[in-house]
């Protein structure tokens, strides 16, 4: 079963990363509909603008972890596939 972490832009322009198993299409029709009851649930409609394949949960959650702890402007970058930019941005925080 595919597993993977995804980035939603939320209503309000805030970002949302999760991270999960099985149909990515499912997942965000999930959140559009309400059915979890946290963030999305009230930041509605939800658009996928970044998804990645992890193959395995745990690589999935972990990512999750990962980009849940950036800056908004690296998330950005990360949706723009400006790579050069990332990187910039990595070096800046530490």
Request: contains cysteine; glycine residues 8%; aromatic residues 10%.
């Amino acid at each position: 079963m595919n597993a993977f972490v995804y980035i939603l832009h939320c209503r309000d322009g805030s970002y949302y990363v999760g991270s999960a198993r099985g149909s990515l299409e499912t997942r965000i029709a999930q959140h559009n509909a309400g059915i979890y009851q946290g963030y999305t649930s009230t930041h509605r409609p939800v658009r996928l603008v970044y998804s990645q394949d992890s193959g395995r949960i745990t690589d999935a959650i972990e990512a999750e972890r990962r980009l849940k702890g950036w800056s908004r402007a690296k998330k950005e970058a990360l949706i723009a596939g400006d790579f050069d930019r990332l990187k910039h941005l990595s070096r800046s925080r530490r």
